[in-house]
């Protein structure tokens, strides 16, 4: 079993769906990370938690540590959200990030 | 502010050959880590350096090797490449540490092996 398990691996959405992507882990963690990447390579962090929910624009985070458990919302998705959405987390004192599989969404007009 | 920029963009290398990545640091960021990103694996872990040091290591065989620089700017190098290193390579720099001031990736090397 992975340390780190996204679901679901792919989604589709018709644009203006709510969107959730979640995440469940089983180690220690001092953060939990969400992900960017698009067709091409490039990362770009979205979120860091430790606890609580964070916004940013269309994008909601939140986290449960003692659930190990963290989602991603998009509200009023967009096709420019389509990409392939990270988690991943680390523990104290090491920047050993372990990643979830990912999930690829697909965001149509 | 520039990002963290990572050179060359794509490479292509030979069984057996080595090469060397580079990764340029956001200014003022003093921990670089690295990854390797392919279709069966996914994202691992590689290695980090924080003030020229190794602070953390992945489980990978000992043909992957980086180093930090005094001007925070590191390089990865593998030898002896093999079929399997194919895959995508990136780094991220975080000032300290980026379990609490987060990362920012750079874009990646993709290295095919031929």
């Known amino acids: 079993k992975n340390e780190v398990e996204q679901s679901p691996q792919n989604l589709t959405a018709q644009e203006g769906e709510f969107i959730t992507i979640n995440c469940s882990y089983s180690?220690?963690?001092?953060?939990l990370h969400w992900l960017q990447q698009h067709p091409g390579g490039g990362i770009v962090s979205l979120f860091m938690l430790s606890s609580g929910k964070k916004k940013h624009g269309r994008l909601i985070a939140t986290i449960n540590i003692q659930e190990k458990h963290s989602s991603l919302h998009i509200t009023a998705s967009h096709p420019r959200d389509s990409a392939v959405y990270i988690c991943?987390?680390?523990?104290?004192?090491?920047?050993?990030?372990?990643f979830g599989t990912g999930t690829r969404l697909q965001v149509f007009p | 502010k520039a990002g963290v920029t990572q050179t060359p963009r794509y490479l292509i290398k030979t069984r057996g050959q080595q090469v060397t990545l580079s990764c340029s640091p956001i200014?003022?960021?003093?921990?670089v880590s690295w990854y390797q990103q392919t279709p069966g694996q996914g994202l691992q872990f590689l290695f980090e350096y924080f003030s020229e040091t190794q602070r953390n290591k992945g489980n990978f065989p000992g043909r992957f090797s980086g180093r930090q620089f005094s001007n925070s700017r590191s390089e990865m190098n593998v030898s002896t490449l093999e079929l399997g290193d194919s895959a995508l390579y990136l780094c991220?720099?975080?000032?300290?540490?980026?379990?609490?001031?987060?990362?920012?990736f750079g874009s990646g090397t993709r290295l095919t092996v031929v």
């Open positions: 200014s003022g960021h003093r921990s």
């Open positions: 991220a720099s975080s000032l300290l540490t980026g379990q609490v001031y987060g990362y920012t």
């Open positions: 991943a987390v680390g523990s104290y004192n090491t920047d050993k990030l372990i």
């Open positions: 180690v220690g963690i001092s953060a």
